[in-house]
């Protein structure tokens, strides 16, 4: 009996639906799971955890959704700051520690 087998080009575990085979045994680079929502992008699946940044500020108030699709105004942890907290806080910090030049 032949299964269904779904292309996993990117290695995260989770196979592209729109590329699939029939084989008795699963293949390098196919996988039994279609639920991949970006083939060519590893960081992208249904567990990517999106950081809510309603202001911009690239600090995130620590509100996520997991999901494939980007939300509005939610972004990688890696495109942010701080994935929690007080990013007015850390701005503060950052600009203290600039280093500060005496005149006169």
């Known amino acids: 009996m032949k ?3 779904y292309r996993d080009a990117d290695g995260d575990s989770y ?6 085979v029939q084989a008795c045994s699963v293949s390098q680079g196919y996988i039994d ?3 991949d929502c970006d083939d060519d992008n590893i960081v992208i699946n ?3 955890v999106w950081y809510k940044d309603i202001d911009g500020d690239h600090c995130s108030d620590g509100n996520t959704l997991t999901q494939c699709i980007r939300p ?3 972004y990688l942890a890696t ?3 701080a994935v929690s907290g007080d990013c007015g806080m850390i701005m503060q910090i950052l600009i203290l520690r600039q280093p500060r030049f005496v005149t006169g």
């Open 3 to 5: 299964n269904t087998y």
């Open 15 to 20: 196979g592209n639906p729109n590329d699939s």
């Open 33 to 35: 799971n279609h639920t």
């Open 46 to 48: 249904p567990d990517t």
């Open 72 to 74: 509005a105004d939610y």
């Open 79 to 81: 495109e942010l700051i």
